[in-house]
Structures are given as structure tokens and as C-alpha cells.
């Protein structure tokens, strides 16, 4: 191979960043800010001009401060590509005519999701009174506090009053104020989710949001009015799901005589959650919720569901439900912002759902028994999920993308195959997948369902299987398919497989309980050994400093029930070894072998010990 063979196979495998696919690589330059994304474009020959393609930018105001940039921008991007996203950051110092370009730049491309952080050191004169846009459908804008030591969210003032957006196809909005007051003119006839946050009630004026489903209103900051919150409630009657800050009903429940001359707002409610912001040592105000504020949110919606989290759990990250039974609720709801780890085992009761939403959340361990309820999970971060029950876990979820590791164990009989199925589609993500045979066992039984669904699983590593049942518990003599293992690892063919069978899991459970038992008995011989050896040191002492007879005699009542006593334990022991070298018998010859020693060792030092010259039993060295 000569010299310019060589270099250009160096230079094919360093230039492997051009084997990436164009969507990959777009995912890359999103991360970054487009002027970082453009300098990026010299690592490889085929990135020099993929920045004109991305679908995704990303405008941060320590980049440029002057429009020039967006101008030769847009001059060489490829416009016939639409923009999916846009997320714009500017200061006080970056100039209107920019982020106009830059707004007016996406509204043309058809921009479907804009994220506006602007930070603030003093006033500013902004273009975001008017936002309007037929394509937008998610809509996020942040207003911080830039003092060069960090951010903060005092004495920010702005030259506005008024955000008025204009967006038809608009499903999610999210707005955070800080401490600033503005009125929202929105027309959305399709918005779905509102997250609002501010020292202030959100000022809102609508055209109409009948689809309104979710809200999250955060209200802190001790400037807000009580009527000002009933009047937005006016506003949000067809909401369904609704999160509220604690602070926001304690505020209520200072104007009670409010909330009696108006009507109860919300008649779809299917939950209400409320939760703290403020810990106790920041309540300025000694206002507990009043019973009248929570009718008067839930009059109209008698069977949706209230959760709440007082401040003492406010900072609540680990939390185990075991041996519980829930009383009078149609629902069992698990709601809290910081919660990591749950358990919920053996909980029973007369509901048939469980709602669990906890975005921080990363271990589940479910264990239902024969119990069978349907599992509402909204954990956007879970990682964990470990399940067991007589019924298949009945799950449904808004998405868990970053399951990695599951563990199911389905046995009773009782499982379907289909729900089975149905399962594997919400876990498609996982990468260390823990079955029990059973419900291969099921599955096999059933080849026809799987051989219409797709593989669920493409980015399996590992897939291990164990059995729980024993082999006399089998009811239905039905082997592991080879169209089963295919199903499970076709889309991800280098994951290891492991399966044990019965048999090991009987030669792992009977080699276990034989090393746990040789090791009690073990204890229990060194125990007796050193109690003998006390009470023979005990009379010789006795006899060498020449007690009286009547001492010595002392220490020899009882005699016969010692005698007796030593037979029983003697007795015991013998059932003990015999029992030891019974599952022995059991074990497959290396096994047998690799445990002979320690048993008699442990038969010697027995045998030993009641061939002891004052042993005060009889040789039962024929038992064995």
C-alpha cells in the first residue's frame, strides 16, 4: 500500500463526521447559537454548508447586537426549507430592528414552536407587543434580570404594556413575568396548555379559548389581588386540569366575601392540584385555606380530584405507599414537582387508577399483587420502572423517552397477551430489559398476535430471563417460542441474552438455602462450643481452689435436665446436617462438590464436639 493510500484512508476515518446523517447533525447545531453553528461548519467538508438547512435556530444576544448579521443570514440560508423552531435571546442592548428581523424572518418561514427570553438591565423598547403568526403552535416567553453578578427579578421596567398575540394554530403557551405587569391580548382559538408565572395575576383578554384544557398559574411575590383572580378565572371555565400555588388560595381565603357573590367557575374539572411555593419561613401572612375557597373551585366539578402538598413535604424526593387502603376516593393521586423515587406496594381500595405526575421523577417500583389498576404516569424523566403483579401493568403515559431500564414480572394466570403487547409499544425506549418466563410463556401461546405487530424494541443491550414459577407449579405445558425471541431482540441484534431455566433457578434456590442453613449451623456449634467450654472451666476452677463440696455440688443440680436439653440440641443438629445433605443430593456434581467441604467440616467439628471426654450426652456418631 503505498503513501497515498495510506493517507487517504487516514483521512476518510478522520473526516467520519460526514457519514452523519443530515437530521444527526442538525440535532448537533441546534445546541448551539447559530453564528457558533456557522463557525462549526469547518469541521467536515459536507457541514460547510449544512447551517443553510437546519431547521432549528438558536439567536443568543452575546452573539451580535446589530441586525447586519441577520441580513447576511437570511440572505444564505435556504429559504425554501421552513423553520420549525425558534429560540430568541436578547438584552436591552440588542437593537428593535433585530429582533423584529428575527421575528418577522420565522412568522414567513412558518415557525411552529418560538421560545423569547429577553434580559433586562434597565428599559427597553421591545417589538413583542405583536406577535403574529398562522403556523405557531407553541409559544414561550421569559422575561429575567441580567445585573452582570447573575440574574434577579427586581426593578425591571419595560416601555409596553400590552403582549398581543395573534396565533390560530397556538396550542402551548408559557409566560414568566417576574415582577412585571402587562395585559395578553391572545387570539387562539386552539390553546390548549397555559403555564403562567409572575409576582402579578396574569392581566388576560381572549376571543374565545373554549379547547383550553391544562393550566398552571404560579402567583407569588405578595402584589397580587384576589380579584384580579377571580376575574381570570372567568376566563379559563373549560379547563380540565388545573395546577394551582398554594399561595393563590391562601390569598382567596383572606376574601372570603369575594368568592361568595360570584359563581363557581369551573364545571369540566378533572383535577385540581395545588402546591407551595413559599416555605414556612417565608409566609408573611398566617391565612390557612378556607373550606369555602375549595368549594368554591370544585362546586361545579364534584368528582374531579384534589391534591395537595402541604409545605412540610414541600421538599419531598422519596416516598413509599405500602400495606395502604384508600378510602373514598374514585382515584389515587401522586402529584409533586420534586419527588425522584416512588414505591407503591400492596396498596388496595375501591378506586381503579392511579395518577401519578411528578416531572422529576426517575425510579418507579410498582408491586399490585392480584390487584389490577390502570397506571396514569406523566414523568417525563423516568429512567426506572420496576413492576410486578398478578395482572399486566395497565399503562398509559405522555411520554417516557428516557426509560432505560424495566423489570417485569407478570404471573397468576391471569395475564393477556394482548394487553402484553400493548405494553411493549410505551416501552420501546428501554435498554435493560428483566422478563419473567411466564410471560414468554404467554406470548408463545399466542404467536399469531406478535407476528402481526412490529418489534418493539431497537435499542435493546441486554434482555435476561427468569422463571418464578417451579416446575410442579406449571400448568400449561407451553415451551418459549422461537418467534418470541425474534420479536423481542430482531430490531436490536447485539444485545446480549440471557435466560434461566427452571432447572438453574431450582439448583440457584436449593445451593442458596444449603449454604444459608450451613452457615446458621456453623454459628450455632461455635455458640454451643464456647457455652461447653464456660461451664467446664467453671467447675475445675471450683475444684482447683478447693471449694467446699457443697458449692461444688451446686453445680451439678439439675443435671438430668442438661442431660436432656443436650439431646434435644443434639437431635436438632443431626435434623439440621441431614437436611443440609439432602438438598445436596439434589445439586448437580460440581456443586455438590464445591460445597463437600465446608459440610464436613462442619459434621466434624459436630462430632467433635459430642465426643467430648465431659460431654454430657450420648456418641451420636450412628445417628449421622
Partial sequence: MDYKQVAKR????????SNLPDDLIHKILSFVGIKRAIELSALSSRWRYIWTSMPHLNFFFKDFYTSN???????????????????????????KVFVEQVLKYAFSHNVQQLDIIWFDGGSIE????????????????????????????????GSFNVVNVVAPQLKNLTIDNGPEKYQYLISAPRLVSLLYKGHHCLDLSTDGISLLEKVDLCVCGGIASAYKIVCLFQHLRSVKYLTLNLEILELLSSSVELILINRPPFANLKSLHIYPVEELSEVRNDVEMSSEVKNYLLENSPSATFTMVSRECANLKNLT??????????????????????????????????????????????????????????????????????????????????LEKVDLCVCGGIASAYKIVCLFQHLRSVKYLTL?????????????????????????????????????????????SSEVKNYLLENSPSATFTMVSREESRVRKDTKLAQNQMASLQLMLEHEKTKMENQITQVENLLQIGERMTHVNRCWEGLSDRI?????????????????????????ASKRAEMEPCFSSLAHSFLLSESHPNAIVSNPVAQL
Avoid: W
Avoid at 487516514?10 to 463526521?17: G, Q, W, Y
Avoid at 417589538?127 to 440574574?151: A, N, Q, V
Avoid at 389498576?373 to 417516557?400: E, F, M, N, W
Fill in 10 to 17: 487516514m483521512n476518510d476515518e478522520i473526516d467520519r463526521l
Fill in 69 to 95: 448579521f441577520v441580513t447576511h443570514l437570511v440572505s444564505r440560508r435556504n429559504n425554501l426549507i421552513e423553520v420549525f423552531s425558534i429560540k430568541l435571546c436578547f438584552d436591552e442592548c440588542s437593537s
Fill in 126 to 157: 421591545s417589538p413583542l407587543s405583536l406577535i403574529r403568526s398562522e403556523s405557531l403552535t407553541h409559544l414561550s416567553m421569559i422575561r429575567k434580570c441580567f445585573t452582570g453578578r447573575g440574574y434577579c427579578v427586581e426593578d425591571v421596567q
Fill in 321 to 402: 405507599l405500602k400495606s395502604c387502603k384508600v378510602i373514598g376516593l374514585n382515584g389515587l393521586n401522586i402529584r409533586h414537582p420534586l419527588l425522584s423515587n416512588l414505591t407503591v406496594e400492596d396498596v388496595q381500595g375501591s378506586f381503579n387508577v392511579v395518577n401519578v405526575v411528578a416531572p422529576q421523577l426517575k425510579n418507579l417500583t410498582i408491586d399490585n399483587g392480584p390487584e389490577k389498576y390502570q397506571y396514569l404516569i406523566s414523568a417525563p424523566r423516568l429512567v426506572s420502572l420496576l413492576y410486578k403483579g398478578h395482572h399486566c401493568l395497565d399503562l398509559s403515559t405522555d411520554g417516557i423517552s428516557l
Fill in 436 to 480: 419473567n418466563l411466564e410471560i414468554l410463556e404467554l406470548l408463545s401461546s399466542s404467536v399469531e398476535l406478535i407476528l402481526i405487530n412490529r418489534p418493539p424494541f431497537a435499542n435493546l443491550k441486554s434482555l435476561h430471563i427468569y422463571p418464578v414459577e417451579e416446575l410442579s407449579e406449571v400448568r400449561n405445558d407451553v415451551e418459549m
Fill in 564 to 588: 436432656e436439653q443436650g439431646k434435644q440440641k443434639t437431635d436438632d443438629i443431626i435434623a439440621q446436617l441431614r437436611n443440609i445433605k439432602k438438598l445436596m443430593t439434589k445439586l448437580p
